[in-house]
């Protein structure tokens, strides 16, 4: 059954009146907190084209206790420059199995729906559905993004290199049935969308199918995906991943066909809400769809050098690297 939404959480009750502040006074405000400032300019210049409430967060974990936001002694502007461009580099590293995820999980879906019911327009068919309403909006999602693509300007296409989109091709050259196939429909969809398709599918049996085909349960799968609109989207816009809360985290296997962390302490309470567990799905999705990624050694490479405080704030532990599910592909 679907699960009824929760109620939104009560507005504050105060009224913003905080003014804009000029890039100098911003400096000064740091410089106020304690931070050491080497170069005026060059921190300027970071503040201008990187946005000063975009870096502040970066300097929580140099603060000390107390409502004045005061910094440890000797904290620099690099040391919070520095967690900035190691969260960036992060979000790369993040987004490139996100999108190997996605691609398998459309893939699968596609290709399990349309070859089992030997219907590429299976997701026309109402019956596959357990949520008529969600069926509904599924179709009309699809059914804008085939307006729209009308409307637009036609892609070019009149040299061997240059190749109009095969939605476009399908949309001018066909004029039923009026939606594309399944291969074309699961490509205009957004994670998010994929992933309540994916959700309302009625037979146990299909999401099982699914699921199976890049390793997990469909349970699990469901769990993930939801995971993965969140991580994509902090990622997608740029926003902080190392240390941010999620709200939504994934679920952990207890199937065996699963793979996971092997040793008992692998995961303690403490990292369960952090982004470890995160990375750790994606890596096991990763063994079954592309286990010649070498995805694992691009994390640990980027994870290994850095300090306790970046660790924690992921909730990887410090042996991480030790456990059996990293050490087979980090060997």
Known sequence: MPQPRRAPRPRGTLSYDKPPMELEDLVDRLADRGLVIVNR???????????????????????????????????????????????????SVVIDALERV???????????????????????????????????????IVRDTCDERLRGTPDAGEDSLVHRSALEHYLTTYGSPELPPSWLMVETLT??????GYRNLKRRSDRTAVARSIGLTA????????????????????????????????AIPNSPIVSWLEGTEALPERSRKRLYPVLVSLQTVLETISPRSGWARR????VDSRPAMNLRGMGIPDDWADDPFWRRQLD
């Open 191 to 196: 994670v998010g969308q994929l992933t309540s």
């Open 41 to 91: 300019d060059r921190a300027l210049r970071h503040l201008r084209h990187i946005g000063y409430y975009r870096l502040s967060p970066y300097t929580i974990p140099f603060q000390t206790a107390g409502p004045e936001h005061r910094l440890r002694d000797g904290t620099s502007f690099d040391d919070v420059l520095d967690l900035y461009v190691f969260d960036r580099a992060l979000r």
């Open 219 to 250: 349970p699990v799968l469901e769990s993930w995906m939801q995971t993965y609109v969140r991580v994509r989207n902090v990622c997608a816009h740029h926003g902080r991943l190392w240390n941010v809360g999620l709200g939504v985290y994934p």
């Open 102 to 140: 996605e691609v398998a999980v459309r893939a699968a879906l596609t290709d399990h729906m349309s070859t089992v019911y030997d219907d590429p327009h299976w997701y026309m068919d109402a019956s596959h559905f357990r949520d008529r309403g969600k069926h509904a909006g599924l179709l009309k």
């Open 299 to 302: 994390l640990h490479e980027l």
